[in-house]
């Protein structure tokens, strides 16, 4: 099912939006608890999209040289759709922590 990397780029999209909103819109002094946590979700779904998008580049290159079959895309997505998300946590963490300490 190749729509589902559609679907991380219209995410990519909105949460660059968004985020790109908070930041224009808001006055980061004045911000209350409920923006800020749409501000760090924002950069959580935006890296995850980013990361994914592109893993899957670098990984799908040497398939569109081959006949791919619809099993090997899948699975492909899905390692990429897992290790964007293993990015995103790492670095989710790493902020957190700085910002704790």
């Known amino acids: 099912m190749k729509w589902q ?3 991380v780029w219209v995410s990519l999209l ?3 939006v968004g985020l790109g909103l908070i930041v224009w819109k808001i006055e980061p002094q004045t911000a209350s608890l409920q923006i800020k946590a749409l ?3 924002a950069i959580f ?3 995850w999209s980013a990361a994914t998008a592109i893993i899957f580049s670098v990984k799908n290159l ?3 040289h081959r006949a791919s079959a619809k099993s090997v895309y899948d699975s492909v997505f899905y390692d990429s759709f897992l290790a964007g998300l293993f990015v995103s946590i790492v670095l989710g963490i790493i902020i957190l922590i700085k ?3």
């Open 62 to 64: 040497p398939m569109r």
């Open 5 to 7: 990397i559609y679907g």
């Open 99 to 101: 910002k704790v300490i």
């Open 14 to 16: 909105v949460s660059l």
């Open 45 to 47: 779904i935006l890296v």
């Open 39 to 41: 501000f760090f979700i």
